[in-house]
């Protein structure tokens, strides 16, 4: 399979470039020159796969010659067995939702998913060549310490995590920042989630720092993260068993766990919606829902994951609603860093044929969670409850939604709402006491620049 770049659809490139590099040096994200769909064969053979089975399929589409099938199916077997729940995810019916539980990996958010895959797409990688890598990641909270989980303590990788100093939870931060890795390094900037993504897309395009350093980037916008999180899609639609199409509610950010359900989409899954949820961080609420695209300032909320405004993804949305034309995205891409935007009403139908949208506030999450416990008691966390508050607003019938942390990453939040003690699981009570490491930074690219040269070897 060859890859683009959404601002240069001359280029072409291989799995093994796109994976390692992560962005383009244009600026770009990548994508597949084309997409294929799986013919019905092809498709019915999915059907009854394990999980990790189903993965193997799925991926291999996409990553040419980067590695064998069987060689595949060993990195992906290896990835979830770090996984408490044998088929890796679970499906739980709330009253007339299913909600897809993601969280069962090492960190207990979705992240982990894609996440351990690509820790051992580097190890193996690295195996073949002499090439040393560095990291450098941005996270609104849980991306950072997936990341780590996944790369910690393996050879000739290091592992810089920017996080908006005191904006995520205590407990995202401490899954960080208590990893006694030599390979680790945590930086708590100060400014919020967007500061942190630009000051590492600024890094990216410093071609000399970037290649001085051999960085690598993992953040969402990777596409071998957005193809490994589209296999639950597929699963999940074959474990329910459904004749009739499926809808899907998706708490969202950075528009990468959206977007891989509508790869799936693309690949033949049949998916009716794919529910954009939002918090008051609702640029991409306004922009569904009727093409206002402009950026406000983040607002913190309790579901800090989400607090974004500039959703990173979405630019490969973009692409494919204007007919895979990279000019015409560099063009967006610059009217947007002005905030002078707007999708125009041909190109906001065509993207609300598979999206719709919705947002909610504090008010509204804090009652959804405590909704739910009252009801079935189960408790959800507040990215969870987003996406399930969402397809109430809607009515919608038929979703899933799509459960992305487990609620002990966010004891305040459920504190608040149910007045309930959310506890860690036991084998990772222990952070609760261990000793934090993390360089605190003003958003200074140069200061930034000079650490990481200094530590990386
Ligand atoms: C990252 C994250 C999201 C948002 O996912 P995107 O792919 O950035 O849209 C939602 N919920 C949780 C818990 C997350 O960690």
């Known amino acids: 399979m060859e890859y683009l770049s959404t601002r240069n659809d001359k280029i072409s490139f291989k799995f093994e470039h796109i994976f390692i590099k992560g962005l383009s040096e244009d600026g770009g994200l990548f994508l597949p020159k084309k997409i294929e769909k799986f013919s019905e064969k092809e498709f019915s053979n999915l059907k009854a796969l394990s999980y990790v089975d189903l993965a193997t399929e799925i991926i291999y589409k996409f990553i040419g010659d980067f590695c064998s099938k069987e060689k595949l199916h060993e990195i992906v ?6 996984f408490s729940e044998k088929e890796v995810v679970k499906i739980r019916k709330v009253e007339d939702l299913q909600i897809l539980e993601l969280f069962h990996g090492p960190t207990l958010a979705f992240k982990d998913v894609a996440m351990q895959l690509i820790g051992n797409f580097y190890e193996y990688y690295l ?3 002499s090439e040393k890598i560095n990291i450098v990641v941005a996270t609104s909270g849980d991306t950072g310490a997936a990341a780590i989980d996944a790369v910690k303590g393996k050879k000739n990788i290091n592992i ?10 205590p407990v995202q931060r401490m899954l960080m920042t208590t990893n006694p890795s030599k390979n680790v390094f945590n930086i708590a900037v100060e400014g919020n989630f967007d500061d942190c993504q630009k000051l590492v897309k600024q890094m990216f395009s410093d071609r000399e720092f970037s290649k001085s350093i051999n960085m690598s980037g993992v953040n969402s916008i990777n596409w071998a993260r957005i193809v490994a999180q589209s296999v639950y899609y597929f699963f999940c639609y074959f474990k329910l068993g459904k004749k009739e199409k499926v809808s899907f509610s998706v708490p969202t950010g950075n528009f990468g766990d959206v977007y891989a359900g509508y790869l799936a ?7 009716d919606k794919l529910l954009v949820a939002t918090n008051e961080n609702d640029i991409l609420h306004r922009a569904i829902s009727k093409g206002d695209y402009k950026t406000n300032k983040v607002q913190e909320t309790i579901s800090p994951s989400m607090d974004i405004q500039v959703a990173s993804n979405f630019e490969r949305l973009l692409f494919d609603i204007y007919n895979n034309d990279s000019k015409k995205v560099i063009e967006i891409m610059s009217d947007i860093k002005n905030n002078k935007f707007n999708l125009d009403q041909f190109s906001l139908k065509k993207i609300q044929k598979d999206f719709i949208s919705g947002s909610l506030n504090e008010k509204e999450i804090l009652e959804t969670i405590k909704h739910i416990y009252k009801n079935n008691r189960i408790v959800v966390d507040p990215h969870t ?9 809607h009515n919608g019938k038929n979703y899933v939604v799509l459960a992305t942390a487990h609620p002990c990453k966010f004891p305040n939040a459920i504190l608040k709402a149910i007045d309930k003690k959310e506890e860690l699981p036991n084998h990772l009570k222990e952070i609760l006491n261990q000793k934090e490491e993390y360089e605190v930074f003003q958003n200074n690219i140069e200061n930034l620049k000079s650490y990481i040269k200094k530590n990386c070897k």
């Open 77 to 82: 077997k290896k990835s979830y067995s770090s």
């Open 127 to 129: 195996s073949k060549t």
């Open 160 to 169: 810089f995590v920017l996080h908006p100093n005191n904006r995520i939870s």
């Open 265 to 271: 989409k693309k690949m033949g899954l049949p998916i």
């Open 385 to 393: 409850a987003i996406g399930v508050g969402a397809v109430k607003k």
